[in-house]
């Protein structure tokens, strides 16, 4: 059998590497048959695509091995629904801070996180970081003997319920709907799979988005509301920091991520010093509606009671609140203001690796957003972990790091590639001509060397000898268009559009270099340093409408660029489309006949010679 000759003796590379030949030269033979691990059971290729999980191209891609297993595995789509986003996987008591099993609980509350686990997937060690089946957690002695049987009960939410009438295998809901389960039981079970990745298919053995729940029989919409709008009677599970029922999810967003383990633990905070919370505290609390900018609330209206019991206030910082609050020492007011302060100062440190590299420095995820350069979609992915920062690098690209300026000038008998400064020495650009290009590299981002495609600072650029020292103090100049004018009356720093209407730089050259701008990506702001949006251009008052229609219908007086060639003024992008791509850099090179312009600049050499006085 070659199938199983294949699988027995070659490694995994070796057999994708085998497939794609065989796929390549359309001799294989017999279907391959690709698994994934899933809860109980190995899960194929074949079911990922019937359960939406992955798309066809996904699937065609394995099948001809374009793609592995384990390249599917690392999707954020994909590993949502084979491993799920965690369960409450023990107690983390926050006066010693160790990690332990939920031994400091009320037994029924231990009962009802240990029957979340088990109907999401698992029951876990959080000490050793393992996961156990029920009968296996009883072995190793996880969870007692007492519990078992309802833990078993709880663990059919991922294996299966046993239809009494055809002894078929049925899902929670399907259990649910057939009175085999109590439905407050049921709901708390359902809530806390969704909570956690996806309602669970015990046939394949799963999660699987809501649609196509609905679809296999698995949900419906009266459910779905319910979840949506839970009452008390839905509110399942309880915080024993507050003693409020709430939702597995809501119970969630209290807990605390585990440095050493990655798992989500439930904070006990000691009753020492814990201020008594009277019913009026905790009504004004609950009813106080905030807007929250930022983190996990961000965009929603919530209750500062709610912000108040989340991770971001810190136990001995909310009983202070609660202390200064009773004795009147604080207002409603004063306290949402400081709590907001906090939320911002610690999503702040935890997006200080999100950053990306703009024209000047680091620009971080929030001034993506604020600057409209990602939405509110891709925003709250690269946070979830759902979209790979090298996908937010790839998409911003223009406005992070702009378009390629006229970066040089090729030249097209040779193919030689030459610097603007370069071909300015050697006579084929003239030293006007020259300085309005590098001019616009300044103020576009960087002076560039094609030659070996460094971006350099004007600084940088003459101890390179990339530019000269004749030219130094215009082009530092231009840079300011990048880095920021001063206003004279405010010491603040300004755009090139501010200060062109203050009259800081002349009309035709401020004219010329934003509009260089727009055409290599769009608008700098000199405080981001980052190409903008047209539309937030308008908004942040760096750009209007009667510049705009100046640019869009240039004549002679605004075409500030000079095409050697056709002897022609242009505007910018018209200059760069008469440019050509470098294959090795792909910057843009102006294409020259230098025969031709060395022979000008003889003539004028001669002439110059000729007419200038002894």
């Known amino acids: 059998n070659c199938k199983y000759l294949i699988f027995k003796y070659l490694n995994s590379e070796t057999c994708q590497d085998l497939f794609s030949f065989l796929v390549a030269k359309d001799l294989l033979l017999f279907p391959v048959y690709i698994t994934f691990k899933g809860l ?8 990922l695509l019937e359960s939406k999980i992955i798309d066809k191209e996904t699937f065609e891609d394995l099948q001809k091995g374009k793609t592995t297993t384990q390249d599917v595995m690392l999707l954020e789509s994909v590993k949502e629904f084979l491993e799920g986003k965690g369960s409450i996987a ?3 008591v926050l006066s010693d801070n160790k990690r332990m099993k939920a031994g400091k609980l009320m037994p029924g509350t231990a009962l009802i996180l240990m029957e979340a686990q088990a109907a999401t997937g698992f029951i876990i060690d959080p000490i050793r970081n393992r996961k156990f089946s029920v009968d296996d957690a009883v072995k190793a002695r996880i969870v007692g003997p007492d519990v078992c049987q309802k833990l078993r009960s709880a663990e059919k939410a991922v294996t299966g319920y046993i239809n009494p009438y055809d002894g078929k295998k049925i899902s929670l809901f399907q259990a649910m709907q057939k009175d085999l389960i109590i439905k407050d039981h049921g709901i708390r079970l359902l809530e806390a799979q969704i909570a956690t990745g996806g309602i669970i298919d015990p046939v394949n053995s799963l999660r699987i988005p809501v649609h196509v729940a609905y679809k ?12 949506l709008d839970p009452s008390d009677d839905t509110k399942g599970f309880f915080d024993p920091n507050t003693h409020e029922n709430l939702t597995y999810l809501q119970l969630l967003s209290r807990c605390v991520t585990d440095p050493v383990t990655g798992l989500c633990l439930l904070p006990l905070r000691g009753r020492e010093k814990r201020v008594n919370i009277d019913d009026n505290m905790r009504e004004i609390f609950s009813t106080t509606i905030v807007t929250v900018r930022y983190g996990r609330f961000r965009g929603q209206h919530t209750t500062l009671w709610e912000l108040i019991n989340s991770e971001y206030i810190s136990e001995e910082k909310r009983q202070e609140f609660f202390r ?5 020492k604080i207002t409603v007011e004063e306290l949402i203001r400081i709590i907001l302060e906090i939320i911002h100062t610690k999503e702040l440190k935890r997006q200080e690796g999100m950053t990306f590299d703009g024209l000047r420095g680091k620009v971080s995820v929030v001034d993506l957003l604020d600057l409209g350069i990602v939405d509110e979609t891709t925003y709250s992915g690269l946070l979830e ?13 223009d406005y992070l790091q702009g378009k390629s300026c006229v970066a040089g000038v090729l030249l097209e008998e040779s193919k030689k590639k030459l610097s603007i400064y370069e071909a300015q020495r050697l006579g084929i650009l003239t030293p006007g001509t020259a300085l309005c290009l590098l001019e616009a590299q300044a103020a576009t981002g960087f002076i560039v060397n094609p030659l070996n495609n460094q971006k350099l600072t004007v600084e940088k650029a003459l101890k390179e000898n990339v530019i000269g020292p004749q ?4 082009l530092l100049s231009a840079e300011r268009a990048v880095t920021g004018y001063i206003d004279p009356y405010s010491g603040q720093k300004i755009c ?13 050259h401020g004219i010329r270099l934003l509009e260089a701008q727009i055409a290599t990506g769009g608008i700098i702001d000199p405080l981001k340093c980052v190409h903008l949006p047209l539309d937030v251009a308008y908004r942040k008052g760096y750009f209007d409408e009667e510049m705009n229609q100046i640019l869009n219908d240039p004549n002679d007086d605004t075409k500030g660029f000079f095409f050697p060639k056709t002897s022609e003024n242009l505007t910018y992008l018209e200059m760069l489309k008469r440019c050509v791509k470098d294959k ?11 025969g031709i312009r060395l022979l000008e600049a003889q003539i004028i050499m001669i002439l110059v010679l000729f007419y200038s006085p002894l």
């Open 471 to 474: 030219m130094y103090e215009k």
């Open 584 to 594: 090795e850099t792909g910057l843009y090179l102006l294409p020259l006949n230098h």
């Open 496 to 508: 090139l559009f501010q200060a062109l209407k203050k009259d800081l730089i002349l009309k035709q």
């Open 324 to 328: 200064r609050f009773r004795s009147r």
């Open 385 to 397: 972990g759902k979209v790979p920062s090298k996908d937010i690098s790839e998409i911003t690209r």
């Open 216 to 227: 296999r029989g698995y949900f419906n919409e009266e459910m779905n509301q319910i979840l």
């Open 90 to 92: 023990g107690i983390a």
């Open 40 to 47: 109980r059971r190995g899960i194929s290729s074949t079911e």
